[in-house]
């Protein structure tokens, strides 16, 4: 029988908006990735505990359960999340990590090429 006072876990795990995690959720696997699209500076995360009693943080700052927690400045490649929760005990730890994965911007694409095709065309055409 495991005591209450030990519990330290998700029940869920999920992004807003919402992205696949990879692997699926499971209350024991630690480590999670999803990609976001390139225009994506900013994800949401929904963690909700096992225990009403436990503490849940999300980068070392206190959040609430099964609210959406804002992760801001998602950079271009990858970008990690910890998602800690302590049980009522303060001994037992259990660590999540997200690992968020942002493409690059389509618009980066865009403008660079048009950049140098400019530079190229009044370059070598005046």
Do not use: H, W
């Not at 070392?60 to 271009?76: D, P, Q, Y």
């Not at 942002?102 to 400019?118: E, G, S, V």
């Amino acid at each position: 029988m495991i005591k209450i006072a030990s519990v330290a876990g998700l029940v869920s795990l999920s992004t807003f908006p919402s992205y696949s995690l990879s692997p699926s959720f499971s209350t024991n696997t630690l480590t999670y990735s999803v990609k976001v699209d390139g225009n994506q500076r900013a994800v949401g995360v929904v963690a909700t505990i096992q225990d009403i009693g436990s503490v849940l943080r999300i980068n070392g700052s206190k959040a609430v359960s099964g609210a959406i927690r804002e992760v801001k400045t998602v950079r271009i490649g990858a970008n990690t999340v910890l998602i800690t929760v302590t049980a009522r005990d303060k001994v037992t730890v259990r660590t999540y990590t997200l690992n968020i994965i942002r493409a690059p911007c389509n618009y980066f694409i865009f403008y660079f090429y048009f950049y140098f095709y400019f530079y190229f065309y009044f370059k070598f055409n005046f």
